[in-house]
């Protein structure tokens, strides 16, 4: 098998060298192997080897990765912001083979047919990404078949375990405050309502389907692919040009990995494409990958030492993610119709892996939605609000306003509540205005990045009032649930003690009306969320896909601007966001980059 932690002697030079072996690099490497078994191939991961691993074959086993201890991802840590309360925003991405696809929630969730046309791109169009979309996945869930794939590689089923009490009490609750129960809201074109039977990246006897798994390692196990070669735990410090022309990188062992005690730990290598480098890095690495290779703001590389290559200041620029808040509240539900027994000590975690549970292959996600807003609820959000509404939504049915999804397990540290069965409502914002930037500040792996996630920086608070309608709307869902039982109150705004909004204990007995609101208690919301809004793992657009002149870093071929051998295929390239889940979004990215790239080499046209 290829893979390897050191790279061997004898190969010094490939013919396409893949920086970064995430959900992108996973598939291209993956297509151009199976394509051409002959063509020589170098994937170079920064993470481990994912092959295998319980708490990423086990997909209820997911928020082990986001423990402070872990080394499954990287966590960039966000400038101290005012506006989010005095913080400093921690985003995590995934940092093994396999990209964010090997720790994310296996929520498979597709954009908007509006979200590929708003990339304004050729080639790039809901019409021109169906194909890839399908060509992708072996569906299993409850869609319309014409809107799916029904091919190898990626599994997307509900596993081996679903609580279908929950999902039928979530479809009744969201039916009485006017969100109907919708078939198929991956088919690119429905909208506003909820689904159940929400489908997973789950093979149908309950595995994670991870871009690793499905594209990569077969292909390194099957004993056809002998020119595939992946090396793990190594980071690539930049891309080596001759002029303009990419030739091969300059790479380094992972300190994350390497023992003090090894001499070489600091040791540059290099290796060489004879073809073309293709970064796949990621939205929040492949920006340092460009810069410390001299594309960047020529200000931005001079203060990091950085000799120019090309200016190109839109490297770094335009980062989005999708905010998010999880409001946690008590249920009535048994051990068995939540995740919580895992993570707070109830259920044994390696006896439920001895034994196969099939419990591990839930995610706790059954029932989801993509919402809008009522006009009367636009008009009561003001005349900044109504002014955006109007701008991009009104006129637009396929855009929702917000994603919401009801997780049966409490979110937040298991040790802070009562041991017990919860559900959290997720709220995440479909299109923030807000933008940050991320970009380096000195020439090696270990310099910090200067980071800004952008979180509330809008103009006018559109996003904050945003998500003020959005906890005021999951709480009036969940009441109607049968399974409510109470408020979580260190998850929830504080309200004043006579505050029509206050809290609640025990379940409600009779008609529910909804709450009202006060000024002061949306005040209360309003400070909540600056203090608890936090990254969803959607990061995207920073080495947008747009014209040079504006501020694009790559065209619809996906090759950077300025030189040449050289292309960009991961989530960074997004020039607008998607109303998703990005994993899914990601592997298409990756489909149509490997599909570009096999008819630049001079491969025929693939299905």
């Not at 090997?102 to 954009?111: G, L």
């Not at 073809?275 to 990958?289: D, I, R, W, Y």
């Not at 419990?359 to 959000?381: F, M, Q, Y």
């Amino acid at each position: 098998m290829g893979l390897y932690k050191t790279l061997p002697e004898h190969v010094t030079e490939v013919d396409v060298i893949v920086a970064g072996g995430g959900v992108g690099g996973c598939i291209v490497a993956g297509r151009l192997a199976e394509t051409d078994p002959e063509l020589s191939i170098l994937v170079i991961e920064g993470g481990m080897n994912n092959y295998n691993l319980d708490n990423v074959i086990h997909p209820a086993l997911f928020l082990e990765h986001l423990a402070s201890n872990s080394k499954d991802v990287i966590v960039y840590k966000g400038n101290k912001a005012a506006q989010l309360a005095g913080r400093s925003l921690a985003v995590q991405t995934g940092g093994m083979l396999g990209g964010g696809s090997s720790v994310n929630f296996t929520m498979y969730n597709r954009a908007q047919a509006s979200d590929f046309d708003s990339w304004k791109t050729s080639g790039w169009s809901a019409d021109d990404m169906r194909p890839f979309l399908k060509k992708l996945e072996s569906y299993h869930g409850t869609g319309i078949a014409a809107s799916h794939g029904f091919d190898v590689p990626v599994q997307v089923s509900s596993g081996r375990y679903r609580v279908t009490k929950i999902e039928d009490d979530f479809i009744a609750a969201a039916a009485e405050v006017g969100y109907p129960e919708i078939r198929d809201l991956n088919d690119l074109d429905s909208n506003n309502g909820v689904s159940r039977a929400w489908p997973r990246t789950v093979s149908l006897d309950g595995y994670r389907q991870d871009a690793a798994t499905t594209y990569l390692h077969p292909r390194l196990q099957d004993g056809k692919h002998p020119n595939l070669h992946v090396l793990v735990e190594t980071k690539v410090l930049r891309v080596l040009f001759d002029g303009t022309h990419a030739t091969g990188v300059e790479f380094v062992a992972n300190p994350d990995f390497v023992l003090q005690t090894e001499l070489n730990s600091s040791a540059k290598q290099t290796v060489r494409a004879r073809k073309l480098v293709v970064v796949s890095c990621g939205t929040c690495s492949t920006p340092a990958v460009l810069e410390r290779s001299g594309i960047g703001s020529p200000k931005v590389l001079a203060n990091a030492g950085i000799p120019v290559v090309v200016d190109l200041p839109g490297v770094g620029e335009n980062y989005q993610d999708h905010n998010l808040v999880m409001i946690p509240y008590k249920t009535n539900l048994a051990p068995h119709e939540t995740i919580d027994a895992l993570f707070n000590g109830n259920l044994n975690r390696e006896q439920a892996i001895a034994t196969n549970s099939d419990i591990l292959s839930w995610n706790s996600i059954d029932a989801a939605g993509k919402i809008r807003l009522r006009e009367t609820e636009v008009a009561s959000l003001g005349p900044e609000f109504q002014a955006a509404w109007d701008r991009d939504y009104k006129d637009n049915p396929n855009r929702p306003l917000m994603l919401i999804a009801l997780l049966a397990m409490y979110t937040g540290d298991p040790t802070a509540v009562p041991r017990g069965q919860y559900v959290s409502f997720a709220d995440y914002t479909a299109y923030p205005y807000s933008r940050g930037r991320m970009h380096i500040t000195g020439p090696e792996i270990t310099d910090e990045i200067d980071f800004d996630v952008g979180f509330f920086t809008d103009a006018n608070d559109i996003d904050l009032k945003k998500q003020v309608w959005a906890y005021k709307k999951g709480r009036e869902i969940v009441r109607r649930t049968k399974l409510y039982r109470g408020e979580v109150p260190s998850g929830h705004p504080v309200f004043s003690a006579n505050s029509k909004a206050a809290l609640w204990e025990g379940p409600f007995i009779g008609p529910i009306t909804d709450i009202e609101y006060s000024a002061e208690d949306d005040i209360a919301i309003e400070k909540f969320l600056r203090e608890h809004i936090e990254t969803t793992w959607h990061s995207l657009g920073t080495v947008k896909m747009a014209p040079r002149e504006k501020i694009g870093c790559v065209d619809c071929a996906l090759n950077v601007y300025g030189v040449q051998g050289l292309k960009v295929v991961d989530l960074s390239i997004a020039p607008e966001n998607v109303a998703a889940n990005t994993n899914n979004t990601a592997m298409a990215i990756g489909e149509k980059g490997a599909d570009i790239i096999l008819r630049e080499l001079g491969y025929s046209a693939r299905g």
